[in-house]
C-alpha cells in the first residue's frame, strides 16, 4: 500500500548522509525545468500549426487537449507505477517516454499530418505526467512537512526557467521561418534535439545516487480505516488544479493571438513569442519570492491573494486596449506563481499511507489543461480573444475557494482517523 514517503537508511551514518537533501532536490530542480521547457512550448505550436493547417481557435486547441488529456489517463497508471518500481526508476522511464513523443514530431512533420502531431504530443505528455507523478512527491518529501510547500515553490521557480526561456527558444526555431517546408524542417530540428537532451539526461539520473523514498514501514501494513475519497482536501485540491492548469494554459496558449490583434499589440507572431516569455518569466520571478514568503506566511493566505491579483488583472487586461492590456495579462504569470506547488502541498497535507495516490489523483487533474483552453477557444469563436480570458477569471474563483477551505478539510480528514 502507498504510504507517507520517508527516507530508507540501514544505519546511523547512512541516515545522517541523506538528511543532507541539496543534491536530491538540485537534481530535481533540473527536471522541473525540462518539464516546465517542454510545455510551454505549445504556446509557441499552436500559432504555427495554427497557420500551418489553417485552424480556427477551437481546432487549435486540441493540441492543448491532447497534450493534458494524457495527465487524466496516465496519472493513476504512474502513481501505480511509482508504487511498484520507485521514484527514480519512474523518473528515467518518464524522461524516455517524453524522448519518444519527441521523436515521433519527425513523422508528423514529414507526413504534414495534423492528427500525428496529436499523437506525439500525447505521447510526450505521457511521459511528463510519469515526471510530475513521481518528481512532486519526492520534493515534498525531502525535508520537514511543514517547508514542504517553500520546497516545490523553489523547485517550480526552475519549472519557471524553463517555461520563460522556452518561448524564445521555439519562437526563434518556428516562428522566423516561412513556409510549410520551413517550417516542418524546424519542428523537425527543434523536438529530435529536446528527444537528444531528454536521453542524455535519463542517463544522468540513472547514475545519480539519490535517497531512496518509500512508504514508513509502521503504517504499510496497518489499515486505518480511511479511502482516499474520504479526504475531501485532496479531492477540492484536485478540483482547484483542474482550474488553475485550465487557467494558466488558456492565457498562455492565447497570448501571440491576443498580441497580434490591432487594438491590443498588433504586432507579428515572431515578436508575440517573445512577450509569451515574460508571461512565464514573472512565475518564475514570483516562485522565487513565494518560496521565502511562504516560510513566514500562511500558504492559503498567500494563494488567496494571488488568486485575487489574477482576477482583478484580467478584469483589467478585459475592458482596455494596448500597453494597458498587455501588461496585465503578463502580470497574471507572476500571481500564477505559487499556486500549483501551493494547491499541491496543501492538497496531499497529512494523507500518510495515502500519499501516492492523493498524488496521482491530483496529476490526474492536471487535465483543466485539455479542457478549459478547448472551453474558452470556444468562447473565442463565438466572441473574440479578449472576451474569452473569463473563463481563466471565473477559474481563479474556485481557486480561492480551495484556499478558504483547505485547513478545515485537513483537520476533518486527520479526525477520521482519530475517531
Known amino acids: 500500500m502507498a504510504g507517507i514517503p520517508t527516507f530508507s537508511s540501514s544505519d546511523q551514518s547512512q541516515e545522517s548522509r541523506l538528511l543532507d537533501y541539496r543534491l536530491p532536490l538540485a537534481s530535481m530542480c533540473v527536471l522541473f525545468?525540462?518539464?516546465?521547457?517542454?510545455?510551454?512550448?505549445?504556446?509557441?505550436?499552436?500559432?504555427?500549426?495554427?497557420?500551418?493547417?489553417?485552424?480556427?481557435?477551437?481546432?487549435?486547441?486540441l493540441i492543448q487537449f491532447c497534450f493534458f488529456s494524457a495527465y487524466f489517463i496516465v496519472s493513476v497508471p504512474a502513481g501505480l507505477l511509482?508504487?511498484?518500481?520507485?521514484?527514480?526508476?519512474?523518473?528515467?522511464?518518464?524522461?524516455?517516454?517524453?524522448?519518444?513523443g519527441c521523436g515521433l514530431f519527425y513523422p508528423a512533420a514529414s507526413l504534414h499530418v495534423y492528427g500525428l502531431f496529436l499523437?506525439?504530443?500525447?505521447?510526450?505528455?505521457?511521459?511528463?505526467?510519469?515526471?510530475?507523478?513521481?518528481?512532486?512527491?519526492?520534493?515534498?518529501a525531502l525535508g520537514p512537512e511543514r517547508l514542504a510547500s517553500s520546497r516545490l515553490i523553489l523547485a517550480q521557480a526552475l519549472n519557471s526557467f524553463g517555461t520563460t526561456i522556452g518561448p524564445f527558444f521555439a519562437g526563434m526555431m518556428l516562428l522566423s521561418v516561412s513556409g510549410i517546408a520551413a517550417?516542418?524542417?524546424?519542428?523537425?530540428?527543434?523536438?529530435?534535439?529536446?528527444?537528444?537532451?531528454?536521453?542524455?539526461?535519463?542517463?544522468?539520473?540513472?547514475?545519480?545516487?539519490?535517497?531512496?523514498i518509500h512508504e514508513s514501514s509502521h503504517t504499510v501494513e496497518v489499515n486505518d480505516g480511511r479511502t482516499i475519497w474520504q479526504a475531501k482536501q485532496t479531492l477540492f485540491g484536485a478540483c482547484a488544479i483542474f482550474f488553475y492548469v485550465g487557467a494558466e494554459v488558456g492565457i498562455g496558449?492565447?497570448?501571440?493571438?491576443?498580441?497580434?490583434?490591432?487594438?491590443?499589440?498588433?504586432?507579428?507572431?515572431?515578436?508575440?513569442?517573445?512577450?509569451?516569455?515574460?508571461?512565464?518569466?514573472g512565475a518564475m520571478i514570483g516562485r522565487f519570492i513565494g518560496a521565502v514568503v511562504t516560510r513566514v506566511v500562511k500558504p492559503q493566505l498567500a494563494l488567496m491573494f494571488?488568486?485575487?491579483?489574477?482576477?482583478?488583472?484580467?478584469?483589467?487586461?478585459?475592458?482596455t486596449s494596448g500597453y494597458l492590456a498587455m501588461g496585465s495579462i503578463l502580470a497574471v504569470g507572476l500571481f500564477n506563481s505559487i499556486m500549483f506547488p501551493t494547491i499541491f502541498s496543501l492538497a496531499i497535507k497529512g494523507l500518510e499511507r495515502?500519499?501516492?495516490?492523493?498524488?496521482?489523483?491530483?496529476?490526474?487533474?492536471?487535465?483543466?489543461?485539455?479542457?478549459?483552453?478547448?472551453?474558452?477557444?470556444?468562447?473565442?469563436?463565438?466572441?473574440?480573444?479578449?472576451?474569452?480570458?473569463i473563463i481563466p477569471a471565473l477559474s481563479y474563483l474556485v481557486i480561492i475557494g480551495f484556499a478558504m477551505s483547505a485547513p478545515r478539510l485537513t483537520e476533518k480528514w486527520r479526525q477520521l482517523k482519530v475517531n
Not at 489553417?54 to 487549435?60: D, E, I
Not at 511509482?82 to 519518444?100: D, E, R, W
Not at 499523437?119 to 515534498?140: D, H, K, M
Not at 485575487?308 to 475592458?319: K, P, R
Open 306 to 319: 494571488n488568486g485575487s491579483m489574477a482576477i482583478l488583472l484580467l478584469c483589467v487586461s478585459m475592458n
Open 253 to 281: 496558449s492565447f497570448l501571440i493571438n491576443y498580441f497580434e490583434l490591432h487594438h491590443i499589440g498588433n504586432m507579428s507572431a515572431a515578436s508575440a513569442a517573445h512577450f509569451v516569455g515574460y508571461y512565464w518569466g
Open 183 to 212: 517550417g516542418s524542417e524546424a519542428v523537425k530540428t527543434q523536438y529530435l534535439m529536446l528527444a537528444g537532451v531528454l536521453i542524455l539526461a535519463s542517463f544522468i539520473v540513472k547514475k545519480l545516487k539519490l535517497p531512496e
Open 354 to 389: 495515502h500519499t501516492s495516490r492523493g498524488s496521482g489523483l491530483v496529476c490526474l487533474a492536471i487535465v483543466g489543461g485539455a479542457v478549459m483552453p478547448l472551453v474558452q477557444g470556444a468562447v473565442a469563436d463565438i466572441t473574440d480573444v479578449q472576451a474569452s480570458f
Open 119 to 140: 499523437l506525439a504530443l500525447f505521447v510526450l505528455a505521457s511521459g511528463l505526467t510519469i515526471l510530475q507523478v513521481s518528481v512532486n512527491p519526492y520534493v515534498a
Open 82 to 100: 511509482v508504487h511498484k518500481v520507485g521514484y527514480k526508476s519512474s523518473m528515467i522511464f518518464g524522461l524516455l517516454t517524453t524522448a519518444l
Open 33 to 61: 525545468f525540462f518539464i516546465g521547457f517542454i510545455t510551454v512550448l505549445n504556446d509557441v505550436l499552436i500559432p504555427h500549426l495554427k497557420e500551418m493547417f489553417s485552424l480556427n481557435y477551437t481546432q487549435a486547441m
